[in-house]
């Protein structure tokens, strides 16, 4: 795929790995449609985009939690780019490892909504308008945790399960329509998601979300006759 002028949706782009996905695409010299939740630090991100080569790079503020706001957004998107051409699924927060019966409920419906069914609604209305582009692309950034139990991951792992198999009956059901389907399985990474859930982990060990946004540039940009249905980092 050729990425100059292509227009990309990211979800979660306000930091960790979707901002530095966000900056990888811009130096491609991609349209950036930046979705998170924080307005401020979307605005930083759709500047620093700009400054970094973008044509254009835009926030929205969209909770991915709240169904209603999705069709919203995508509309808000439509009307500022024209067209779509790539939706990442990135957006996710992280639970505290633990036994199921110690995580809070709150925190389990906010894990399933932001980290699974927020991307299934967010595609559902995404996917109209990618059938109708020359190149499409729908690429989850999913987790090696959609591959490997681990403990105390429960709910966390359901969702990444669930994106693991969202993501192969995707690229099934669109076979023929042209839109390709790829899914990235990390491992872990050098970001704040940990922290915010008052997870202590060894960080500096972890991939580095710049280096991870590289690989996310290498699956999208390969010739038209290539593609890189699943990816999967180690350590």
Known sequence: ?????????????SDGIGRH???????QKCNVAIIGRDSARLDAVAAEAR???????????????ETDNI???????????GVVDVLINNAGIWHKTGPLDLIDSQLIDDTVATNLSGAIHLTRAVLPGLRG???????????????????????????????RGFTDVLKLDEAESGVRVAGLYQSGT???????????????????????????????????KLWMHDVRIEL
């Open 71 to 81: 069709a919203k957004t995508l509309a808000d998107i439509t009307e500022q780019f």
């Open 1 to 13: 795929m050729q990425l100059a002028g292509k227009t990309i949706i990211v979800t979660g782009g």
């Open 190 to 224: 050098n970001t704040a998601m940990f922290a915010k859930a008052n997870e202590e982990v060894p960080n500096h060990i972890f991939t580095e979300p710049d280096d991870l946004a590289d690989v996310v540039v290498f699956m999208l940009s390969r010739p038209a």
């Open 21 to 27: 996905i966000c900056l990888k695409l811009a130096a």
């Open 133 to 163: 582009r020359p190149e499409a692309a729908i690429l989850n950034v999913v987790s090696k945790s959609g591959v490997l139990a681990q403990a105390g991951q429960s709910v966390y792992t359901a969702t990444k399960y669930g994106m």
């Open 51 to 65: 400054a970094a080569g973008a044509p254009a790079a835009h926030g929205f503020v969209c909770d991915l939690r």
